[in-house]
């Protein structure tokens, strides 16, 4: 580009450099989306076509960008590991949407996400964010299952329903639901109560396997071999997958089968030995 006076605007350019050695989370949330819901008519305390488009735009960007890890979302809200992925997700959002709302075309104005990115310095306070994230899907999901039950099966207006909710515990909402309207929280579906983790999983391949509740990869090796040899075998035996799953991500048994996803450290392997 030639030289001209005008290209002193140029200094305004500043880069947004994120710390290294951390772990980067981008929060993606939608803008709007309360009238954006009201105006395709999302089902309401939960849309199951809304969360698994979400789901399914997650799922597209993990596919498309190797570096993220995974991904937590629920409601309008989706959390990733490592790079800027808003465009992305909106792209993918916006792509699938009439594989979801096949009645209902996109209209202007379109829906749009923003996001911010945080970085945590360990793996501790990522897990804990993970946790936080989830302990307010739970919270949220309760609330909001309690609420339009007293509208929709209670004839209350949402003013009345929220005085009704005002300084009630997890405890008495239960006993709202189950008491009033037999809806036993617990068994709600999981997805509703839990939220949506999208996860890179290793599949073996022409390997027969019986995948357990912990999709866990369990590649087969013959005669007895080292560590190094193990995982050579076990990444040449196994592909990538994505997984869309609704599960407890408190308890450290998940993340202690799948060290890769906080710490690129190969997973657990069981071998075969031949004598």
Not at 217 to 241: D, N
Request: glycine residues 6%; positive net charge; aromatic residues 14%.
């Amino acid at each position: 580009m030639a030289n001209s006076k005008y290209e002193y605007v140029k200094t305004y350019e500043k880069s947004d450099i994120l710390l290294p050695l951390t772990y980067i989370v981008v929060r993606i949330d939608g803008r709007g989306f309360h009238k954006f819901s009201s105006k395709y008519g999302f089902k309401k305390p939960n849309d199951r076509r809304a969360l698994d488009l979400m789901n399914a735009a997650a799922t597209g960007v993990l596919k498309e960008l190797s570096d993220i890890c995974f991904a937590y979302g629920f409601s309008d809200e989706f959390s990733k590991i490592l790079t800027t992925v808003v465009s992305s997700f909106t792209s993918y959002y916006t792509y699938l949407w009439s594989l979801y709302f096949s009645t209902k075309p996109l209209t202007p104005p379109l829906p749009s996400f923003d996001g911010r990115a945080v970085l945590y310095p360990a793996e501790r306070p990522l897990r804990d964010y993970i946790c936080w994230r989830q302990v307010d899907c739970h919270i949220n999901n309760l609330y909001n299952t309690t609420f339009w039950a007293l509208v929709s099966k209670g004839g209350l207006t949402p003013t009345r329903a929220e005085e009704e909710l005002k300084g009630t515990v997890a405890a008495d909402k239960n006993e709202i639901l189950f008491t009033k309207y037999g809806i036993n929280y617990n068994e709600e579906p999981e997805i509703f109560r839990k939220g949506s983790f999208v996860y890179r999983d290793f599949d073996v391949l022409d390997t027969p396997s019986k995948r357990d509740g912990l999709d866990e990869c369990r590649p087969v090796l013959s005669g007895p071999a080292s560590k190094t040899q193990q995982e050579r075998e076990r990444r040449k035996g196994a592909k990538t997958i994505i997984l869309v799953e609704h599960l407890d991500l408190i308890k450290d048994d998940f993340w202690h089968r799948r060290p890769w996803l906080l710490s690129g450290r190969p997973g657990s392997i069981i071998t075969t030995l031949s004598a």
